[in-house]
């Protein structure tokens, strides 16, 4: 088994679904970190068979939306001094804001860019969202 060095202070995005790991890690932008980031690709898992983590040094924040629309097993573990001090389980956000775009071409959200496009779920098993400005439904894909 690889070893990689534990993070003294941050967090690690856990239970990652194998082939999620580098879809999130684009999507958060980590590419543009400042402190050390890693990412794990098909580590053995007892839960998943395979997953993906990734540990982010320095960082205590980020988008838990973003995270439950990718992967809703996602769990997130904030490390102070070494230690896990608080864990987090990511969920289908009910509400997004600016991470969809409408899929409908008319839709004043994508013509005006002071209009955030907002959205509400309406299917957790298909993750589709309506528009609140157009209704449009417009399923989230990573
Ligand atoms: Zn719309």
């Known amino acids: 088994m690889l070893e990689v060095k534990q993070i003294q202070n941050g967090i690690v995005i856990d239970h990652i679904k ?10 958060l932008q980590l590419y543009k970190a400042e402190s050390p980031v890693v990412l ?13 983590i990734i540990k982010i040094e320095n ?7 973003l995270l439950g629309l990718i992967d809703e097993n996602i769990s997130i573990n904030f ?11 990511v969920i ?6 600016g991470l969809i775009t409408c899929k409908n071409p008319r839709c ?10 907002t959205f509400t779920l309406i299917s957790k098993e298909k993750l589709e969202y309506k528009c609140n400005f157009c209704d449009e439904i ?5």
């Open 40 to 52: 794990l690709i098909n580590v053995e898992s007892k839960l998943l068979g395979k997953k993906d």
């Open 138 to 142: 417009t399923k989230y894909k990573i």
């Open 18 to 27: 194998s082939g999620n790991g580098l879809k999130i890690f684009n999507k």
């Open 108 to 117: 004043i959200t994508n013509s005006d860019d002071y209009m955030q496009p």
């Open 79 to 89: 490390i102070k001094d070494g230690r896990v001090i608080d864990k987090k389980k």
């Open 92 to 97: 289908i956000p009910e509400r997004v804001t």
């Open 59 to 65: 960082t205590f924040d980020v988008d838990l939306n």
